[in-house]
C-alpha cells in the first residue's frame, strides 16, 4: 500500500555510471563498477551553513551552496571516473607521448591538465554565455535602422537562451553525455517515486516522472530569467558610452551574477515546497529543458538510482521533508 506523498528535501547529481544524493543521512554516491557490481558509499561533506548562521541567510545561502555544489559535484564526477574504469580506459587509450609524459609526472599530469582544463572552460563559458550575446546584441543594433539600446538588458537576455538551449541541444547528441543524461533521469525518477509515497523497485521508478522542478537545469533557466530582469534594471543606470564597448559592459554585469544565484537558489527551494500558478509558470521552462538534460534510463541504470536514494533516506519519511 503506498505511503502518503511527500516533498523532500532530497537532491542530486549524475555521475558516469553513477548517481550521487544527498538527503538527511548525508551524501552518498552509487557507481556501477566493470564488474557489473553497484558500489554504494558514504561520503563526509562540510558545509559553511552548517558552521554559521550568516552563510545561512537567504541569498547568500544560494550563492555559497552554489559554489560549494560545484566543488562536491566535481569531486564525485572524478571518484565516478576511477571507480567505473573511465580512467582504465582512457589509460589503455593513450598514445606513447601521452604515456611517457604520465610516467614522468605521476600524479602532477592530473593536476597539470586538470588545472588547464578548468581555465578553458570557464574562458570557454566567458565567451559563450557572457561576451557573444554582447557582441551578437551591438552587432544587430548597429545594423538595424531602430535603435535597440534600452532593450539591452531584453535582447541579451534572450540571446543567452537561445544559445543555453542550442549548446544543450549539442552536448545531448554526445554518446557520453546521453548515457550521463540517463543517469540524470534515474536519479529524477527515482526521487520522484519516493515522494509520491511509491516503494523504490525498478518497476515503481520506472514508472514515475523525469522532470522535478528542483533539478539544476531549471536552476540555470530560472537564472537566465532572472538575468534578463536584473541587467535590464542595470542598463538604465550605465551610461551608453560604456555599454557600447563591449568588454567592458560585460564586466560590469558580472558582480551580478552571484546576485542572481541567490536568487535564483530561494525561487528553486520556493518551488520545491509549492506547486501554485506562480511556481508552475516559472518552472515550466526549466522542465521543458529537462527533455533534453535527462533521458529515459534503462533498468540497470535505474538499480543505480535506487541504490543511491537508499543509502540518504531515513526509515521515517517525515524526516525527508522540507523544512
Known amino acids: 500500500m503506498p505511503k502518503k506523498c511527500h516533498k523532500t528535501s532530497v537532491g542530486g547529481q549524475a555521475l558516469i555510471e553513477g548517481v550521487m544524493m544527498q538527503g538527511p543521512k548525508g551524501m552518498a554516491t552509487a557507481v556501477r563498477k566493470p564488474d557489473g557490481e553497484i558500489l554504494t558509499e558514504?561520503?563526509?561533506?562540510t558545509r559553511l551553513r552548517d558552521k554559521s548562521k550568516f552563510w545561512n541567510i537567504p541569498i547568500i545561502r544560494g550563492i555559497v551552496g552554489f559554489i560549494e555544489s560545484m566543488i562536491t559535484g566535481y569531486k564525485c564526477l572524478m571518484y565516478s571516473a576511477e571507480v567505473s574504469g573511465m580512467e582504465e580506459i582512457e589509460e589503455a587509450e593513450m598514445s606513447k607521448f601521452e604515456k611517457w609524459l604520465s610516467d614522468k609526472l605521476g600524479d602532477k599530469l592530473m593536476g597539470i591538465i586538470t588545472g588547464i582544463a578548468s581555465v578553458l572552460g570557464f574562458a570557454l563559458a566567458f565567451f559563450i554565455f557572457a561576451y557573444l550575446p554582447s557582441l551578437l546584441f551591438k552587432t544587430i543594433n548597429t545594423h538595424t535602422a531602430a535603435d535597440l539600446e534600452p532593450f539591452r538588458g531584453t535582447f541579451e537576455g534572450v540571446l543567452k537562451i537561445i544559445i543555453f538551449v542550442l549548446y544543450m541541444l549539442g552536448v545531448s547528441q554526445m554518446k557520453d553525455i546521453k548515457r550521463v543524461f540517463q543517469y540524470h533521469g534515474a536519479e529524477h525518477k527515482s526521487i520522484a517515486c519516493y515522494e509520491a509515497?511509491?516503494?523504490?523497485?525498478?518497476?515503481?521508478?520506472?514508472?514515475?516522472?523525469?522532470?522535478?522542478?528542483?533539478?539544476?537545469?531549471?536552476f540555470m533557466f530560472v537564472m537566465l530569467i532572472l538575468s534578463i530582469f536584473v541587467i535590464s534594471i542595470l542598463s538604465f543606470f550605465v551610461p551608453d558610452e560604456v555599454k557600447k564597448v563591449t568588454i567592458l559592459w560585460v564586466l560590469i554585469r558580472l558582480p551580478m551574477i552571484p546576485l542572481i544565484m541567490g536568487i535564483g537558489y530561494e525561487f528553486i527551494r520556493y518551488a520545491g515546497r509549492h506547486?501554485?500558478?506562480?511556481?508552475?509558470?516559472?518552472?515550466?521552462?526549466?522542465?521543458w529543458m529537462q527533455r533534453i538534460t535527462t533521458k529515459e534510463p534503462d533498468d540497470d541504470i535505474i538499480e543505480v538510482g535506487i541504490a543511491s536514494l537508499k543509502a540518504v533516506i531515513t526509515e521515517n519519511p517525515e524526516d525527508d521533508e522540507i523544512k
Open 275 to 287: 506547486d501554485n500558478a506562480f511556481v508552475k509558470v516559472l518552472s515550466a521552462p526549466g522542465l
Open 197 to 218: 509515497g511509491l516503494d523504490l523497485t525498478v518497476e515503481n521508478v520506472r514508472n514515475s516522472s523525469r522532470f522535478h522542478p528542483r533539478c539544476g537545469t531549471s
Open 42 to 45: 558514504y561520503h563526509e561533506v
